[in-house]
């Protein structure tokens, strides 16, 4: 049974940082991109970051560029994203996903909230 569980969010002063994980399991983690969204309150869910298999291809919204870090554990079947910098406007539930077999998988989420 293929499960993503998020970790790591919380409440954050502005500038700050957090790190959140996301777990995988019932699947080949090795093999598949992994990506982390977001939604805040009242707005659409957005894509803010994917990684390649094997790490070597990232990608990011404009909004997180310089501040956010994707990165996998394919070891501990793991990705991460660290979020430096934090602003207001980060405050979100943050997911990961996976396309697995032309379905997506979605986490539960974990809430970040950015204020002071």
């Known amino acids: 049974q293929l499960q993503l569980v998020e970790s790591g969010g919380g409440l954050v002063q502005p500038g700050g940082s957090l790190r959140l994980s996301c777990a995988a399991s019932?699947?080949?983690?090795?093999?598949?991109?992994m990506s982390w969204y977001r939604q805040a309150p009242g707005k659409e869910r957005e894509l803010v970051a994917a990684?390649?298999?094997?790490?070597?291809?990232?990608n990011y919204a404009d909004s997180v560029k310089g501040r956010f870090t994707i990165s996998r554990d394919n070891a501990k079947n793991t990705v991460y994203l660290q979020m430096n910098s934090l602003k207001p406007e980060d405050t979100a539930v943050y997911y990961c996903?996976?396309?697995?077999?032309?379905?997506?998988?979605w986490g539960k989420g974990t809430l970040v909230t950015v204020s002071s």
């Open positions: 996903k996976v396309r697995f077999n032309g379905v997506d998988y």
């Open positions: 019932g699947f080949t983690f090795s093999r598949y991109i």
């Open positions: 990684i390649t298999s094997a790490g070597g291809i990232t």
